[in-house]
């Protein structure tokens, strides 16, 4: 139960952050390493300003800064279901869980990384 009561914490706090602090104006937010490097986005890159786009209500400028991250949201919360209720509904944990969707995911993260590089 203490490891939940951190977990939330550690969320509250860091969405109190992403809500108080642009990561467009603001140095306290890391810069990503691969486009520092290479000059191409990774599959994350945009996903700060998403976040604090979200907090804030703000759905389609979310989506024009990281459209995988703003349409992963819904999946990655019925994965925090699933891992809760791991116990209770041991299927739709397994369900969700299951190599052919973490192979599908994978896939579509390589798909997005590739395409918005080749689109812009």
Not at 40 to 66: E, K, T
Not at 78 to 88: G, H, I, N
Not at 93 to 105: C, D, G, K, Q, T
Request: one cysteine or more.
């Amino acid at each position: 139960m203490r490891k939940y009561v951190l977990a939330i914490v550690a969320v509250l706090l860091l969405g109190y952050v992403y809500y108080a602090y642009d990561p467009s104006h603001s140095e306290l937010f890391p810069k990503c390493p691969f486009r520092s490097l290479t000059g191409w986005l990774c599959p994350g890159c945009g996903s700060q300003r998403a976040v604090h786009q979200l907090l804030h209500g703000h759905v389609a400028a979310a989506f024009r800064y990281n459209a995988l991250m703003v349409m992963a949201v819904p999946f990655v919360m019925v994965l925090l279901l699933a891992e809760w209720k791991r116990r209770r509904w041991p299927h739709f944990y397994a369900s969700v869980n299951h190599p052919w969707v973490i192979l599908a995911v994978a896939l579509m993260a390589v798909a997005w990384w590739v395409g918005r590089n080749v689109i812009s």
